[in-house]
């Protein structure tokens, strides 16, 4: 079963920055939180992981609260091909840990 | 560099028939998954394999579903006989040995069984 929680869908303005919730309130001491998002017709792509510190990297930021409670996932300028299914996932590393996806944020970015 | 292959990439069937899925992973891959998601849902874990052998299918139907993934590389899934709640988008996936979080996936094989 999925242990985080995610608003259903979001809207973002072309250009703007996008910021994606996630609450894992739950989470233990070796559960890593990776994002992975879902363009229509198409497989998920991974996009980012981290345990406890931000992580930035060539598509999205990661910031992750200091209680690792909640993390947001961070599109500094979103444009239409952002438009996706966005899934945030807590798991153990290690090869024979899954990845677990729940329902996701929808993110509509509009012109 | 090449990304994972499926094929066919879409198929249609009537109950009680049987179908089989392709993937080819990304060259290089020792872990090798596969998905089903049904329509608005998030994709669930139906098999993983580390090289040729199986690792988790606790997901998977075994009264109808098999999956085998011959000589470590490729994989083919199979579902006799078709049920019409099978309908969904099978997915493949596959990752480097220890980055299995980083999991690279493929277009996916959209099934209809009428």
């Known amino acids: 079963d999925a242990k985080t929680t995610q608003p259903p869908s979001m809207d973002c303005a072309e250009g703007r920055a996008a910021n994606l919730p996630c609450n894992h309130s739950?989470?233990?001491?070796?559960?890593?939180v990776y994002w992975y998002r879902q363009i229509h017709s198409q497989g998920p792509q991974y996009i980012i992981h981290?345990?406890?510190n931000n992580e930035t990297n060539e598509m999205a930021s990661l910031i992750i609260t200091e209680d690792r409670k909640s993390s947001t996932l961070i599109l500094p300028h979103a444009t239409l091909r952002d438009t996706a299914v966005y899934y945030c996932?807590?798991?153990?590393?290690?090869?024979?840990?899954?990845?677990?996806f729940g329902a996701g944020t929808i993110l509509r970015v509009k012109s | 560099e090449a990304g994972v292959a499926q094929s066919p990439r879409y198929k249609i069937i009537e109950k009680r028939q049987s179908v089989a899925f392709w993937c080819n992973p990304i060259?290089?891959?020792?872990?090798l998954y596969w998905y089903q998601q049904i329509l608005g849902q998030g994709p669930k874990l139906l098999i993983q394999?580390?090289?040729?052998?199986?690792?988790?299918d606790s997901q998977l139907p075994k009264d109808r579903f098999s999956a085998e993934r011959l000589k470590g590389v490729d994989s083919t899934l199979k579902i006799q006989p078709a049920k019409l709640e099978d309908s969904a988008v099978y997915l493949c996936?596959?990752?480097?040995?220890?980055?299995?979080?980083?999991?690279?996936f493929g277009p996916g094989t959209r099934l209809t069984v009428t």
């Open positions: 996936a596959s990752s480097l040995g220890g980055r299995a979080g980083e999991q690279y």
């Open positions: 739950t989470i233990s001491g070796n559960e890593y």
């Open positions: 981290g345990l406890k």
């Open positions: 996932i807590v798991r153990v590393a290690g090869y024979g840990n899954k990845l677990v």
């Open positions: 060259s290089g891959h020792a872990t």
């Open positions: 394999f580390q090289n040729n052998g199986v690792v988790d």
